[in-house]
């Protein structure tokens, strides 16, 4: 199984698994580009729009939805997202390929499963999510206000982690943004702060976890330079990738 961010930050997001077995699987997670845009991120990263097996959207933030319903209806790719998702986003289901994805529900896509679950961010019924081919593990977590008990106890045994690190707070607090979005941003449903990615990066590493990648970085509110290290002084030297994401080039495939 590999991996690639085609993109991420508060200007969209969006990733791309891959597995090469008998029953291989394209899946796109997150599809918060125009059409032209992702189709070129994703011709770039040598896969056509067309070959998408299934999309999975976490919620339903423009950054997130993006082109999901043409991509869909375009291609006839099925696409998983809570029923509380779908419904904020108003998905047009005539084509009758939304399925509904729920915490804890494994799904599986020809050599792939997939075990959605819930994480507190302002949106309806957000969902973030593990994939595995049944050797390795990858934990996909962004847009979350804090980690809970329910959220480590689903990436424990990830080999490979796609982790928000929004902000620094003292960035955030300093910043010109106005008071209500400073609250919620760093509120209990906003997002991410470094610290708190390196908390869990740091609760749920063990020998095999071989990458962590920075995601969903604000470009006002963090430096790529400050996520790195806090992310390296939380992780233990076995660790030996940590990647930032960036907003239009994501980042390069990495193997699980
Ligand atoms: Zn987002
Ligand atoms: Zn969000």
Redesign the pocket.
């Given at each position: 199984m590999r991996f690639k961010s085609l993109g991420s930050?508060?200007t969209g997001?969006a990733t791309l698994v891959q597995t090469t077995g008998p029953d291989a699987c394209n899946l796109l997670i997150?599809c918060?580009f125009g059409f032209k845009h992702l189709q070129i991120r994703l011709e770039k990263a040598g896969v056509q729009a067309q070959d998408l097996d299934a999309i999975f959207i976490?919620?339903e933030?423009g950054?997130?939805v993006g082109c999901v319903q043409a991509l869909s209806d375009k291609h006839r790719i099925p696409v998983w997202m809570s029923a509380g998702t779908s419904a904020a986003m108003n998905f047009d289901n005539s084509s009758g390929l939304l399925h509904t994805a729920h915490d804890g529900l494994k799904i599986t896509l020809g050599d792939l499963q997939l075990t959605p679950f819930t994480v507190p961010?302002d949106a309806r019924a957000p969902l973030q999510l593990t994939c595995t081919d049944g050797r390795a593990k990858l934990g996909i977590l962004?847009?979350l206000g804090h980690v809970t008990d329910h959220i480590a106890n689903h990436l424990k045994g990830c080999n490979a982690l796609l982790l928000?690190c929004n902000h620094d707070s003292d960035m955030l607090t300093a910043s010109s943004y106005p008071g209500f979005l400073k609250l919620r941003v760093g509120g209990n449903h906003g997002?991410l702060s470094n610290a708190q990615a390196a908390d869990i990066a740091c609760t749920v590493q063990h020998s095999d976890l071989r990458h962590v990648v920075a995601a969903?970085l604000s470009q006002q509110n963090n430096r790529p330079a400050l996520a790195g290290q806090i992310l390296a002084n939380a992780l233990s030297r076995e660790v030996h990738g940590i990647v930032i994401a960036t907003p239009d080039e994501g980042c390069a495939w990495l193997d699980v």
């Open positions: 930050g508060s997001n997150d918060g976490t919620h933030h950054d997130h961010h962004t847009d928000e997002h969903h």
